[in-house]
């Protein structure tokens, strides 16, 4: 299983253990996952990301900003509560 199919799964599977408006708020990915993110930021910077990095990089951002969107509601429901 690649990296970012991983990165995938740890979102698919706190979708579907069906966190409240506070896990959304609380999610972090995991170790790995960061790791993994600040390694392809750091080679784009030096321009060394190959095809196949940049298209995962892109991913990673893609689900990031999900993440970000979940979050910022889940905060408005929980303000609510």
Sequence with gaps: MSVT?????????FIAAG????GVVEF?????????????????KDDALTADEQSEL???????????LAKARARRYTAHE
């Design 58 to 68: 892109d991913h990673y951002l893609q689900l990031e900003h999900l993440m970000r």
């Design 19 to 22: 966190s409240d408006s506070i």
């Design 28 to 44: 972090h990915p995991s170790e790995a996952a960061r790791r993994r993110v600040a390694e392809l930021i750091e080679r784009e």
């Design 5 to 13: 199919t991983r990165a995938y799964e740890e979102v698919i599977d």
